[in-house]
Structure formats: C-alpha cells, structure tokens
T-cell receptor, first 114, second 114 residues
Framework: EAGVAQSPRYKIIEKRQSVAFWCNPI?????LYWYQQILGQGPKLLIQ????????DSQLPKDRFSAERLKGVDSTLKIQPAKLEDSAVYLC????????????FGQGTRLTVV | AQSVTQLGSHVSVSEGALVLLRCNYS??????LFWYVQYPNQGLQLLLK??????LVKGINGFEAEFKKSETSFHLTKPSAHMSDAAEYFC????????????FGTGTRLTIIP
C-alpha cells in the first residue's frame, strides 16, 4: 500500500515570497491533516479536512495561509507572503474516517524562509 | 478540549536499561491515545494506540504502554533499550466523538548511552 506522498521535500524561499506544498493521501482515507512542526516542538494542527470539507482550521493563520482539498483527494497548502517564523516542517497525514483510527504521515516538507 | 503533557523533553538511558517516557492526558471522556516515533528528517510513525480495548497495549519494536484512567496516564515503556531507539517520541490524543482532532504533545527526545 502506498503511503502519504508529499512534495517538495525541501524548499528555501525569501521572506514575502509565496510557496505551495502538495499532499496525496492514502487511497480511501477521508480525513486529511496538515501540521506545522517547528524545530524542537510537537506538530501543531493547521487544518483538518473530512473529504473536501474543512473540519477544523482554528489554528491556521488565515491572513497568509490557505489550503484546499480538491475532490476530496489531493491537497495543497499555500503560504503567501511567507515570514521568517514560517520556517518549519510541514507534515501531511491521512486517516480513515472511523473513530479511533490512527493517522499516517508523509515525510514532510522542510521550509526555510530567509 | 483534550490535550497531552509529556514530562521530560530529554531522556537518556543506557543501552539495555528500561525506557520510560511519560504522557498524561486531559479529557472529559476516555479518549483515544497514540504514541508516535520520529527519526531525523522523517515523518511520524505509529508505535502503538489505545482505543478502549485492553489497557495494556503492545506496539512495534518491543514498546508497550498502559492506559491508567485513575492517573490519566499513558506512559510508554520498553524493557531493554537499543541504540536504534534513539529518536523523538510523541504522545497524541484524539477525541472519541466529534471531529476527531489529533493533538500532539511537545515530544521527548530519547538518547541511548552505549
């Protein structure tokens, strides 16, 4: 079974530029998560989708971050404009929609804003 | 809202010694609980999960955890540490109702001393 795919693995941009990350979840997984993991910290949930609807985006900085999940499958996370404090690893995860199921994670995208 | 607290951001043990990583949860109802491991430059990998069945849960790589409702704890243990266990470990909680938000602790970095 293929895992969660993310691209790119690494990205370096200057502040005020824009950047986009892509995630392809495991086939059949209705729930998709985007997490931000700053160095030395635990993952922080940015947004959670159930199929193509947003379930939770309470910690998404909506003035600069946006995310969409097209047709309930792939998802993109965008930052525009980027700030230095956005430097982090962005993790995508997916899970079945049944209660108690675990989330499967991709390898993440490491973003460095200079 | 549910949350988890990991006591000890860094833990060092000698090779062959007992590993004990602490996690306490806060939830109004018994939640689902998970332990994940993260190796450098990798995503998160599930070690084990508690979903209200047996309170003693066995996972991969010889790890196990015990759910104790009276102590609101879900500590991770391994009888004998191996060098390959050196990694970052995260406890996570998921509600058993509602939107199934998956919330992580701040992590514990485990170092194995030869």
């Amino acid at each position: 079974e293929a895992g969660v795919a993310q691209s790119p693995r690494y990205k370096i941009i200057e502040k005020r530029q824009s950047v986009a990350f892509w995630c392809n979840p495991i086939s059949g997984h209705a729930t998709l998560y985007w997490y931000q993991q700053i160095l030395g910290q635990g993952p922080k949930l940015l947004i959670q989708f159930q199929n193509n609807g947003v379930v939770d985006d309470s910690q998404l900085p909506k003035d600069r971050f946006s995310a969409e999940r097209l047709k309930g499958v792939d998802s993109t996370l965008k930052i525009q404009p980027a700030k230095l404090e956005d430097s982090a690893v962005y993790l995508c995860a997916s899970s079945l929609e049944f209660l108690g199921t675990e989330a499967f994670f991709g390898q993440g995208t490491r973003l460095t804003v200079v | 809202a549910q949350s988890v607290t990991q006591l000890g951001s860094h833990v060092s043990v000698s090779e062959g010694a007992l590993v004990l990583l602490r996690c306490n949860y806060s939830s109004s109802v018994p939640p689902y609980l998970f332990w994940y491991v993260q190796y450098p430059n990798q995503g998160l990998q599930l070690l084990l999960k508690y979903t209200s069945a047996a309170t003693l849960v066995k996972g991969i790589n010889g790890f196990e955890a015990e759910f104790k409702k009276s102590e609101t704890s879900f500590h991770l243990t391994k009888p004998s540490a191996h060098m390959s266990d050196a990694a970052e470990y995260f406890c996570a909680v998921k509600s058993n109702f509602g939107n199934e938000k998956l919330t992580f602790g701040t992590g514990t970095r485990l170092t194995i001393i030869p």
